[in-house]
Nanobody, 125 residues
Framework: VQLQASGGGLVQAGGSLRLSCAAS????????MAWFRQAPGKEREFVAA????????YYTDSVKGRFTISRDNAKSTMYLQMDSLKPEDTAVYYC???????????????????WGQGTLVTVSS
């Protein structure tokens, strides 16, 4: 599956953005799909993910209550609604997908076979 992330941009603190991750090559049904981010000079960080069934969602603590992950299987697209953005959310955001990743690796990034190219989110103070 090929992934294309989009929707990044420059926004003031407190603002909102919605990222999209469009998949091509196969349906996203039964895929674990996730968002990661990497800030300048920092390691890649887990943000949010869907379980393979889509019934469970996972978030890193720093975005709980502010970010919402969703998916539209018919459009083969995953979204990340980001509200109440903070300067520390500034990063390149990547989407990832896997058909076989084990639950314990969902947050680590290991085992995702497919990655999008990243979209830059900049939050100004």
């Amino acid at each position: 599956v090929q992934l294309q992330a989009s929707g990044g941009g420059l926004v003031q603190a407190g603002g909102s953005l919605r990222l999209s991750c469009a998949a091509s090559g196969r349906t996203i049904r039964n895929l674990v799909m996730a968002w990661f981010r990497q800030a300048p000079g920092k390691e890649r960080e887990f943000v949010a993910a869907f379980s393979r069934s889509g019934g469970n969602t996972y978030y890193t603590d720093s975005v709980k209550g502010r970010f919402t992950i969703s998916r539209d299987n018919a459009k083969s697209t995953m979204y990340l609604q980001m509200d109440s953005l903070k300067p520390e959310d500034t990063a390149v955001y990547y989407c990832a997908a896997s058909s076989s990743i084990i639950l314990s690796n969902i947050r680590t990034g290991e085992g995702y076979a497919n990655w999008g190219q990243g979209t830059l989110v900049t939050v100004s103070s």
